[in-house]
């Protein structure tokens, strides 16, 4: 029986359509796998020479990585530390050198900077104070320069610090110092001054709500070096153990 010539011409559009469409869409699949990109290092046949990039100019620099300004990136100068700051302190910079000091620097150094943070009074080594004499007299790119190679015990957080996070770290330190050793000539002429009590009161609170802050002790935790010692003592200490139980004693093997 002969199809009615309507039917078959709608069924081949529709046939025809489907085909084309299916035909795009494997046209257009790209997996993630062929993306086209250059893996470095790995050849390529789109240079005669085999590479998948061209080599760099002898002399020359990506962009954005000249370090042209080599104090603000080194914090040195004829290798020297320097008290200055490589652009202005603003509210803002102080702002967020506070927060990057709270999340990196608080741990150990402590939010007011007098190395007694969480981690140190549970075993870690004593973190630098910055109110001593010694750390209070180093030039404001010492800090810096500290973020950036470490020193002594504490790592370098250059990789989670930028260089202008850094100073910004620095700058909140040097004010976290200039706070506790503040006068009264070091005020603006003009400045409304308010005691703690005062301030209290406006807040709502009682005129002595604020309390002189004590330091807490320091705990008697021991190092993970001390425990590892005290382990290995332990355990030559016991007695009947594998370890130092005579030869004669061991179980002998059976033999088959």
């Known amino acids: 029986m002969r199809m009615p010539s309507s039917q078959f011409v709608f069924r081949w559009t529709l046939t025809s359509a489907t085909l084309a469409a299916l035909t795009l869409m494997a046209g257009c699949r790209q997996d993630m796998q062929n993306e086209p990109k250059m893996v470095p290092q790995r050849e390529s046949t789109f240079f005669a020479s085999g590479r998948s990039v061209r080599p760099q ?4 620099v990506s962009r954005g990585q000249l ?3 080599t104090y603000f990136h080194s914090g040195l100068i004829d290798n020297q530390e ?3 700051m490589p652009f202005p302190v603003t509210m803002d910079v102080l702002l967020r050198g506070q927060e990057r000091f709270n999340i990196y620097c608080a741990p150990c150094h402590s939010r007011v900077g007098n190395g007694r943070g969480m981690i140190v009074e549970r075993g870690y080594k004593p973190a630098g104070n910055f109110q001593e004499a010694l750390i209070l007299n180093k030039p404001i790119s010492h800090y810096f320069v500290v973020m950036t190679k470490g020193y002594g015990a504490m790592p370098d957080y250059a990789a989670q610090l930028p260089a202008k996070d850094r100073w910004a770290v620095a700058a909140y330190i040097r004010a976290l110092q200039l706070s506790q050793h503040a006068t009264i000539q070091d005020v603006p002429q003009g400045t409304n001054i308010q005691t703690l009590a005062e301030v209290s009161q406006q807040m709502g609170y009682a005129p002595d709500f604020p309390q002189e802050w004590v330091l807490p002790e320091m705990t008697n935790v021991p190092g993970a070096g001390e425990m590892k ?3 290995t ?3 030559r200490a016991m007695p009947g153990t594998t370890q130092n139980a005579p030869k004669n004693n061991r179980p002998k093997k059976l033999k088959k």
């Open 57 to 60: 100019a002898l002399g020359t």
């Open 82 to 84: 320097q008290d200055k």
């Open 233 to 235: 003592s332990q355990k």
């Open 229 to 231: 010692t005290d382990v």
């Open 67 to 69: 370090d042209a300004d």
